[in-house]
């Protein structure tokens, strides 16, 4: 599923976060293109307490 992304979350927060800052309009955006399921990722983030904030358009 996250072939070719970091295995550690925090690492994972980073990249993910900037490619919604700098390509994706939405978290659905980038999970359909990447083909990431998007439940998945927001779980592995809510295990580091970090949340999808849509009007910041990341994960905090």
């Known amino acids: 599923m996250f072939t ?7 690492m994972l927060l980073g990249v993910i976060n ?3 800052r700098d390509f994706y309009p ?4 980038l999970c359909d293109e990447m083909q990431i399921d998007e439940d ?3 779980e592995k983030f809510a295990a580091i307490d970090y ?3 849509t009007e910041r358009n990341q994960f905090v």
């Open 26 to 29: 939405s978290l659905a955006a």
């Open 18 to 20: 900037t490619k919604l």
């Open 51 to 53: 949340t999808y904030d």
């Open 40 to 42: 998945e990722l927001t």
């Open 4 to 10: 070719g992304l970091p295995k550690d979350p925090v």
